[in-house]
């Protein structure tokens, strides 16, 4: 599972009950270190980052979302190198966005 783990042991021994000293989970993205320390590839934040994180990602939500009952729904695909939605949508001849317009739109 990728994703971001608290680095409580309770919890991380709740998500692994083979998690141990010396063993890289098959089940979370964190392995322990013969000594106790987390491994380097470990994906884990504490428990007061985690919150701070949670509380952010939450605050944007409530900002596109006020955004999108304002009317703010702009055109913006998640592009990556050649990876762009808009080759395949079935609506990019009448979208707005520049990918739309370089196909003819309304
Ligand atoms: S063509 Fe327009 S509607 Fe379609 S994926 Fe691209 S931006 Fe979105």
């Known amino acids: 599972m990728s994703g971001i783990a608290v680095s409580d042991e309770a919890v991380l021994h709740g998500m692994d009950k083979k998690l141990a000293p010396g063993i890289e989970s ?3 993205s964190v392995g322990i270190k013969k000594d106790g320390g987390y491994k380097k590839t470990s994906r884990i934040m504490d428990a007061s980052t ?5 509380q952010d990602v939450t605050e944007k939500i409530k900002q ?7 009317g703010e729904i702009p055109a913006k695909p998640y592009k990556k190198g050649h990876h762009n939605p808009c080759n395949f949508c079935k609506f990019k001849g009448i979208c707005s966005s520049a990918e739309g317009q370089s196909r003819g739109s309304v």
């Not at 985690?50 to 949670?54: P, Y």
């Not at 596109?64 to 304002?70: D, F, M, R």
């Open 26 to 28: 098959g089940i979370i």
């Open 50 to 54: 985690f919150a701070a994180l949670g």
């Open 64 to 70: 596109l979302g006020q955004g999108i009952l304002n």
